[in-house]
């Protein structure tokens, strides 16, 4: 078979991981031709791809990033894409393509296959973690990790200079990495996207650490986090070229309304893309592994149209369609009874 792969979205530490399992297990084992795409849809569109060997994807197990690139975007943003889509896959002979991504892509992936008729599997990606139908996305223990290693050591400079100390972390509209790395971090306060907050409830936890004689805090926010409705203003955010919000100023507005309430010293520290970046832990390095084979036996068992997903730790197959336009929201159960816990 002729099977053609793209990295989709925002780069992910694993998503080399995943090309090289593909690639493995696609010609090693079952005697298939792969074919890498540059850039994600751009290079099916315009025809840019190599063809993948073993010897090419030697040594990236532990790379992060891709070593195809990726780049946002659809064919559904001209009016010729989709059907450049379909002429690649017709020149090439293409039998399937396998698609690495977040919602976004395999929201495009899907809508190919329904309406267009594609053969496409999906593979899951984003260090968010809000991809539905699956248990987790590879990448996501990586940013949680180095979040964590962040955290640690915010806490020694700020205990040394008795600073609150406010991290702003990735998660747009789902806080898993601000979450899980709180906990793990042992956060004054976690603010995350599901449960809007108030600074003046956010500035009394602080006070409250402080009273008990621990001079200093760390508060971990994702950067979607909102104040709940005529608490505290925000700068109006400009949207990007996709009509996202664009993020990354929570941090900068929370910190000096939590000084003029408390009168402590406070400092903002943004992680942004280093979350993304570097090598991914052995979690995600297994996960993703797992991942490339698994949709290339669904490449095989013609099972088109669904994306190979984590569940109860098992490697399985679900409907693309049902992360279609959607997010995976944090467990609110963790949040509120085990992360708020420990708040103050």
């Not at 990790?145 to 702003?168: C, K, P």
């Amino acid at each position: 078979m002729k099977i053609g792969v793209l990295t989709g979205g925002g780069d992910c530490p694993g998503l080399n991981a995943v090309i090289r399992a593909i690639v493995r297990k696609a010609c090693d084992v079952k005697g298939d031709q792969v074919f890498g795409f540059y850039d994600a849809w751009d290079g099916v569109l315009e025809q840019r791809y190599i063809e993948l060997t073993t010897k090419d994807v030697r040594g990236i197990l532990p790379r992060g990033g891709t070593i195809l690139g990726t780049r946002r975007g659809s064919p559904f943003d001209t009016n010729d894409g989709v059907e450049k889509c379909k002429k690649t896959f017709k020149d090439l002979s293409l039998d399937a393509l396998i698609v690495i991504g977040g919602n976004g892509s395999l929201t495009v992936a899907s809508m190919l296959h329904q309406k267009h008729g594609l053969p496409i599997i999906g593979v899951p990606k984003t260090i968010d973690n809000d991809v539905v139908g699956t248990d987790a996305t590879f990448g996501f223990q990586t940013a949680v990790q180095i979040a964590t290693d962040a955290i640690d050591r915010l806490h020694t400079t700020a205990e040394s200079h008795d600073r609150v100390i406010v991290v702003e972390v990735m998660g747009r509209d789902a806080g898993w990495i601000a979450l899980q790395a709180g906990i793990a971090g042992g956060a004054t306060a976690i603010v995350v996207p599901e449960v809007p907050f108030d600074i003046d409830e956010l500035s009394q936890i602080v006070r409250k650490r402080h009273d008990r004689g621990r001079y200093a805090s760390v508060v971990v926010v994702a950067e979607g986090a909102k104040p709940k409705p005529n608490t505290m203003k925000i700068p109006e955010r400009k949207l990007d070229v996709y009509g996202h919000e664009k993020l990354g100023d929570i941090a900068h507005a929370i910190a000096p309304e939590i000084s003029s309430r408390t009168g402590f010293e406070t400092r903002v520290v943004q992680l942004g893309y280093i979350q993304r970046g570097g090598t991914p832990t052995s979690y995600d390095r297994v996960l993703s592994t797992r991942f490339g084979l698994a949709a290339v036996d669904a490449v095989h068992n013609k099972k088109f149209g669904q994306m190979v997903v984590l569940r109860a730790g098992q490697i399985e197959t679900t409907d693309m369609s049902v992360t279609a336009n959607q997010t995976r929201t944090i467990d609110l159960k963790l949040f509120a009874d085990v992360a708020a816990t420990f708040f103050g």
